[in-house]
Nanobody
Framework: QVHLVESGGGLVQPGGSLRLSCAAS????????MGWFRQAPTKEREFVAA????????VYADSVKGRFTISRDKAMNTVYLQMNSLTPEDTAVYFC??????????????????WGQGTQVTVSS
């Protein structure tokens, strides 16, 4: 069974940075895609970024492109989301997700079977 644990959330001022971590366990992730999604109050869960574990190919939502960077550390079995130039619009619960899925489906939250519990990110002065 895949187990995902996020950490690194918190309160940060606009313009600040945070790095989220997602520790993955339970199996080999060589065939997996790892994704980050977020959900703000009253809004649907939205795609943020994803990375292919084997190749580290990555893709981003337009809203975070150039500000966020997704990466993975194979030795630590951990996926990271470095978030820079944060704005209040980035405030949300951030979730890590994993599954074996085709690249064209990576933006669809419904395609992921495994999820972490989420970590709160609040951007406010």
């Amino acid at each position: 069974q895949v187990h995902l644990v996020e950490s690194g959330g918190g309160l940060v001022q606009p313009g600040g940075s945070l790095r989220l971590s997602c520790a993955a366990s339970g199996r080999s992730f060589n065939s997996y895609v790892m994704g980050w999604f977020r959900q703000a109050p009253t809004k649907e869960r939205e795609f943020v970024a994803a990375i292919k574990w084997s190749s580290s190919n990555s893709v981003y939502a337009d809203s975070v492109k150039g500000r966020f960077t997704i990466s993975r550390d194979k030795a630590m079995n951990t996926v990271y989301l470095q978030m820079n130039s944060l704005t209040p619009e980035d405030t949300a619960v951030y979730f890590c997700a994993a599954d074996t899925l085709i690249w064209s489906s990576i933006r669809d939250a419904n395609q992921y079977d495994f999820w972490g519990q989420g970590t709160q990110v609040t951007v406010s002065s």
